[in-house]
């Protein structure tokens, strides 16, 4: 008798073999071209939100929709409830179910698993540990798609990757400048992390650039130096933002919360206060070399980016953001119980 | 090189050639026949609520399902944020995205995209502007469905001009009465304004009742005047109820929020006090010319409409609910993509 | 001419003849066994939601995807509002729409309706009767299915004498213990009253244990009775667990709120705090014969059961929860307007 094969799961796009990165993203141009081409008929994604979600959302559903597929949506605030995740504990808390009778459960009524789990906020210690993604990968008897946790944003990075090789060919020592942005409401790190992992290891020379106290995590600057170490490329940071664009072939634009600050609204936003030159407008993008600019959305504009520059012919910000749609029906395609 | 067309959207009815809006009705009456003739597979409507709705989102939803095609909802409550509308700012107050942005995107992944904007209720004369429709269709690569803006609501009209069709036969010269009506939650004065413009240029005379301080926006009866010059027939406003409704074919009752107090909700009420009386009744009803009722639902029964004409045999209210159905189908297989 | 027949909903199971039930349970087997052999294609059902659901939501909108047709989703929180049930009266209240009206508006849009309502949970002599679910059964025309009201989960119990069949085979005289559990958030218990007759009338012994104050619903217990009588078989209440589980086949936990301390959650939480013993162990289970566990979900681990037992051989949940999928498909089946 032989043992089921483990589960594949997509949580962070660095755990996946690099030809199977590579494949993902022939698959999604091959998608892109002819879009009738590959059928989900009578399968469905449950898409489990604990979190607000446009760009995200609407894609993966229309994603899933013009595959022939369907999309059960579930709001944690309207729809359900919080979960458990700790193992062996009395429940007599706030949350009624554990994520494993959850995950268990929905597990029998579709073929994969699509989940934007919250963020605690306050300290980004706990957050980092990404809990409840792990949880959910653990339980759940089908694959799980990670819709952005507190560390990793696997899908973005896919668009990301396929959005740079269409613009630039072959990424082999192509340069990339992460531009950290000032935002009254900063994301988490989880866009910028997997970029920089994705990226090193397509062989890119990532420079990012960040003002003093939004430094990145520290194990994922390790595992990034790591992963560049074996491409054979460079990754730097800590930047000013004219190093980084310098000579750059693409600028991603990108606003985070500060690790030190993180879970401290009033810090916050002081030290934002003194960062407000940090703003790619042309004159930055001037540095680079007929640089084009990426940004994962949402932008606010002429404070993050300028018009010029957003609405202008670098801008690959809308074609991102539909390859959105494309790579992740190679995602669904790849990543469903059949 | 040639231009790309204008994208034709369905923002406000009177902007589509007469023609154009007949050949609808004949589309829907069609579709009403023969439910499965009409196919929209593979394709799918982005619908983005910034208030709640259950007629339109139901029937809407349903129209696109039973042609085949699918829905993407989008609450701006649980599942997204507010947008901002203002050009060349400084994004650095409450909305996180510009619509100019998300309905880029939004186009990216569907093919047509409708629209419930949010009211700011503060000011008549600011909301009046419509510019969160406008901004949509402005800047959507898609066709844009108006789902009702402060102002206008289309796809209400259509099932209006249906229903009026199919029960009175060809609508020239026929007598529509429109009666405001009490209740504690007016609706803004769309309903009333798309069917005073609509009714005209189908060549209705059209008699509108209401109390003192609920007279209609003044451009809208400007152009309500046009129109019926136009089609040669008549539009009198400020009417009682029993002039409005004597010799009336049809009774369509509705209440909306006076201009005046609008933003003004004590003032409103003390107002709405002194107007008990516009219920329409049995006895108001036998001043018509065998008269029929209609509403657009939701109805505050024996407030606006009394049980026995609601329930009646004068009642046209669900066969009208119903051709919400038939004619958004028409509108989804025009309003397209393709 | 022919009167147009009654309309079957599925409000009560006890209400079908017991051949209709053992018919859904026959179709819901061979649905199981064979998923893609019933179609509804271009069909909807219209789910409303007056409270939460994970398990519901999600398995009724798999269940109707998987035989080719769409659902409606209508959450009362963020879509729409509140409805009146009171017959003649004027609404010049909270709600801005009767159900009457509501429920014959989408009997238009869709093929079928599916209910879960609201609980005032102010008062058990209001709640248990069950309005809200009545309303949209009187006035709806197409089939509702009640999705748990406050005294009826006629969609558990299928899923349960399912699962039961599947484990025990015939049920004739097979023992069952239903038995109360200790839990922050009990529910209604609808699960309890729905399973205590239709284990009933499938001929099981039935026992259930809880501590005083959680006694039944004195109609349902007669009910409970009068069935049992019919059947020849035996219904005893207010057991120790002990006694209960002994000799038991089945043991079912469930918690559910007393009738003494409705609507009071202060009380609620005194008496529920003597209480803690409350919670289904090895020790117990070993009291029954071989016994399985069962429980409808969420359950709160090491609460309500060890998991030793909810993780262990002895556990039917997964398998219990899975057949809600099965089950409800055969519902769908047969109650649909055609």
Redesign the interface.
């Known amino acids: 008798m032989s043992e089921k094969p483990p589960i594949a799961h997509l949580i962070r796009l660095h755990d996946l073999p690099e030809q199977d990165v590579d494949d993902l993203l022939d698959l999604s141009s091959r998608i892109k071209r002819r879009p ?1 081409g590959f059928q989900l008929n ?1 399968k ?1 994604v ?1 898409m489990l ?1 604990f979190r ?4 995200t ?3 993966f ?2 994603a899933m ?2 595959l022939g597929g ?1 999309s ?1 949506n ?2 944690a ?5 919080e979960l ?1 995740t700790t193992v ?6 706030k949350s ?3 994520v494993k ?2 995950a ?3 597990s ?3 073929n994969v698993l699509a989940i934007r789990p919250a963020l605690g906020g306050q300290s980004w210690a706990i957050d980092r540990r990404d809990e409840d993604i792990q949880s959910w990968a653990r339980y759940a008897e089908v694959p799980v798609i990670n819709m952005e946790s507190a560390l990793w944003h696997p899908l973005q990075s896919l668009a990301d990757l396929l959005t740079l090789r269409e613009t630039l060919g072959p990424l082999r020592k192509k340069k990339l400048a992460i531009v950290w942005t000032n ?3 900063p994301a988490s790190s989880a866009v910028t992390n997997s970029l920089l992992l994705s990226a090193a290891r397509a062989g890119m020379d990532v420079r990012v650039a960040h003002p003093s106290g939004y430094e990145l995590d520290d194990e994922v600057l390790s595992s990034a130096a790591h992963i560049a170490e074996i491409a054979g490329t460079t990754v730097e940071t800590g930047l000013s933002a004219k190093d980084a664009v310098s000579g750059a072939h693409v600028v991603y634009a990108r606003s985070w919360q500060g690790i030190e600050d993180y879970g401290n609204p009033t810090l916050s936003a002081s030290r934002r206060a003194r960062e407000r030159g940090w703003m790619i407008d042309e004159a930055l993008m001037r540095q680079g070399a007929d640089a084009k600019l990426m940004h994962a ?7 993050e980016v300028t ?1 010029e520059v957003f609405d202008g012919a670098r801008s690959l ?2 074609a991102q ?2 390859n959105r ?1 494309h790579t992740q029906k190679a995602v669904l395609v790849k990543f469903n119980r059949t």
């Open positions: 009738g009578g469905s449950g939100f607000g979600s446009l760009r959302r609407a894609s559903e229309a929709q013009q369907h059960i579930l709001n605030s309207s729809d359900f409830w458990e062996g504990g009395r429940m007599d808390g009624p179910e554990h009778d959850a268990a459960v929905l029998r009524y579709v935002s009254p409401t959305m949402p932008v606010r504009r002429n404070l018009d910000i809308y953001a539909e749609l």
